[in-house]
């Protein structure tokens, strides 16, 4: 099973994704702005060594397999897309 977690600061990324993903992988959210999920999205960021929103990982059998940063300058949220898609997930 495919898990995608992507953690953003713009509710409007979220609808944006769910709008352009069709596939079947299970996927999570976290808003850096919500006071409620600001710390453990701040502590999965840290673990991967990223500061800037928004952030992408692909989890096969809990393993991360891909992560997205928006330090890379690309769009996080259309090159995560484009690899599920790629990858038939």
Request: aromatic residues 12%.
């Amino acid at each position: 099973m495919i898990d995608v977690l992507l953690i953003h600061n713009n509710p409007a990324l979220v609808e944006l994704f769910k709008n352009s993903y069709n596939g079947e992988a299970f996927l999570q959210f976290l808003d850096r702005g919500s006071k409620v999920e600001r710390s453990k999205a701040y502590k999965i960021q840290q673990e991967w060594g990223s500061t800037q929103t928004p952030f992408a990982l692909v989890k096969k059998d809990d393993k991360v397999i891909k992560a997205f940063y928006a330090e890379d300058k690309d769009n996080v949220i259309s090159k995560l897309i484009s690899y599920l898609n790629e990858h038939n997930y």
